[in-house]
């Protein structure tokens, strides 16, 4: 029955009294409205209190007064607990749905409990803290009224009440009002366009490509879970053709020729995975090439054979939170390699064992910036910390930190224009800290802003070396220590123009600290502090024109042979000094 004089609000909860232990017992019911049709399938939760020996259920898929639908019942009474029950309910009897009894244990009285109550199809759970209970029935399928009730015992109170959607088999997003939902994906196949997969189980052994992408507009979640190959096909690919609007998230991929392969696509993000054992690249786009890619919290590790990523022919490609460790296995195998492409930027990259240049980039690409780079260690001569080749331009490099490196710091070959280079600094550089060199077209480096910048130990050759057509060189604030092995320089010039050097300290060089010949023009030298230098502190050699030198200190020289403070050979022009000691 329904009676209100038994539904109260206590402590802003519903209390529900009238219950009794004996035949007839009572029951209290708080229901929504008898022609009420909305609930089928969902989820009915919330919190329940019940007093000793008290009985709460809920009920749904009918009509309390029709004596019609389906209960689910949170018994407090020892040896009974979940279940789930239909008609016929009378005093003298109530079915259990089949075989599905009780859980056999009284579930906890005189406390709150969350509880829960899902719906669907014909499957019903229940659960609270500790217990579950799922049955099966088909007799009631149509929606009806929802009630709460109270049997048996004096009490029970119900709070915070909540009805919402549920599907068995979908994960619900929703966004603007619109359900989108995620298929389920568990082995290797096509990738159709226009949905959502999540991945709900490993990849073992994939003999060939795995995972390819028939269409645009995906969202591809890999949970997680390993995407594992032979060590041939991709474990994502747009092979043959180019895709848009593709999101690659929390995938673990290993062991496959290509970690993840895209052609003439772009819109493409690839956010918290990782790719290990590729036999050949991490990552590769290349055909027409690619364009807006952003990469976040990606990890690239034990690339075998070529490039942790390789890019062709591209543009507008963003780098965040990204580790490379243990790149390559023979020749010009690189960390980052990309050819005629630009607006790139990297933030927070970290990179480890690298057989080549950590990055390559040649061949007309521009507009690159670098943020919070770390270097360590490259293997062979090639490897460089940052290489950039023919016809290159616009480089933003700032908060470096470069260390045991095969090659040089920075490399720069033929026609390479408006680079700075902020906040670095270099060790252990096996051959120079910073080159600028081009034997083809006689067109080095030129617009170049070099400040903030240690170089502390090259090995075998010199720490800054700028060659064949260089001009307007800026270096503020750079520091060197510990500089070559033999007859290397401080800081080198060759052929080059329009140099300001200011704030300039040099600390024990082999040979020469600065060094300069052939045809050199417009130098300013200020604040320059030069000790211990193998051979002279600064030496021209020949045709030196249009030189300033303020407040230099030169001490120490002379080192390894006899040598000068300062020294000019032959074709000295325009030379003006102030404030120098030696």
Not at 263 to 278: A, E, L
Not at 433 to 462: A, E, H, K, M, P
């Amino acid at each position: 029955h329904k009676n209100s004089a038994n539904i109260n609000i206590v402590s802003n909860a519903v209390r529900l009294t009238g219950g009794s232990a004996t035949s007839p017992y009572g029951h209290t019911v708080l229901g929504s409205s008898a022609s009420y049709t909305g609930f089928k399938d969902g989820i009915i939760e919330g919190k329940v209190y019940l007093a000793t020996n008290a009985i709460s259920e809920i009920s749904f898929r009918g009509n309390y007064a029709s004596n019609t639908g389906y209960k689910s019942r949170i018994d407090a009474r020892a040896g009974q607990g979940l279940s789930h029950l239909k008609p016929p309910y009378t005093d003298a009897s109530w079915a259990f749905l089949g075989s599905c009894a009780v859980t056999g244990t009284g579930i906890a009285a005189s406390t709150w409990l969350d509880f829960s109550i899902t719906v669907s199809g014909s499957s019903f759970t229940i659960k609270t803290p500790g217990y579950t209970k799922t049955c099966t029935d088909t007799q009631y399928t149509s929606a009806g009224e929802i009630s709460l009730q109270n049997h048996y015992g004096t009490n029970a109170s119900y709070d915070d009440i909540r009805v919402r959607k549920y599907f068995a088999n979908n994960i619900i997003i929703k966004l603007n009002n619109q359900e989108s939902l995620y298929t389920y994906v568990s082995a290797c196949g096509n990738i159709a366009g226009n949905a959502k997969y999540r991945l709900n189980a490993t990849i073992t052994n994939a003999a060939a490509d795995c995972f390819i992408f028939t269409g645009n507009n995906i969202i591809f979640d890999a949970s997680k879970y390993t995407i594992d190959g032979q060590n041939a096909g991709e474990a994502f690919t747009t092979n043959p053709v180019g895709r848009n609007n593709i999101t690659i998230k929390n995938a673990v991929i290993n062991d496959f020729s290509y970690g993840i392969y895209f052609r003439d696509s772009y819109d493409v993000s690839i956010i918290n995975s990782s790719i290990t054992s590729p036999s050949n690249y991490g990552f590769r786009c290349d055909n027409q090439g690619c364009h807006d890619f952003e990469f976040i919290n990606v990890n690239f590790t034990d690339v075998t054979a070529d490039d942790g990523l390789y890019i062709d022919n591209s543009y507008d490609f963003d780098f965040e939170n990204v580790i490379l460790r243990n790149i390559g296995n023979g020749n010009n195998d690189f960390g980052f390699y990309f050819r005629n492409t630009s607006d790139v930027s990297f933030n927070n990259i970290d990179m480890f064992t690298i057989r080549d240049a950590a990055f390559r980039i040649e061949t007309k690409s521009h507009d690159f910036e670098f943020d919070d780079i770390y270097i360590n260690y490259t293997i062979q001569n090639n490897g460089d910390g940052i290489s950039i080749a023919y016809n290159s331009y616009n480089f933003d490099i700032d908060n470096i930190d470069f260390n045991n490196l095969y090659s040089d710091g920075f490399e720069f070959i033929q026609n390479i224009t408006n680079v700075n280079i902020n906040d670095a600094y270099i060790k252990n550089a096996r051959v120079r800290g910073i080159y600028c060199d081009d034997n083809v077209l006689n067109i080095s480096c030129i617009n170049f802003n070099i400040t903030n910048v240690i170089i502390n130990r090259t090995l075998t050759n010199d720490g800054i070396s700028f060659d064949r057509g260089s001009e307007n060189l800026l270096f503020d604030n750079v520091k060197l220590y510990h500089i070559g092995n033999g007859a290397d320089q401080g800081i080198q010039f060759y052929y080059t123009n329009d140099v300001d050097l200011k704030n300039i300290e040099i600390f024990n060089v082999t040979n020469e600290c600065i060094y300069g010949t052939n045809s050199l023009y417009n130098f300013n030298f200020e604040n320059i502090d030069i000790s211990k230098c193998g051979a002279d502190g600064i030496e021209f050699t020949t045709n030196i024109i249009n030189l300033s030198m303020d407040t230099i200190n030169i001490t120490y020289v002379g080192t390894a042979a006899a040598a000068d403070g300062i020294r000019f050979g032959t074709g000295g022009y325009n030379l003006d000094f102030n404030d120098i000691y030696i």
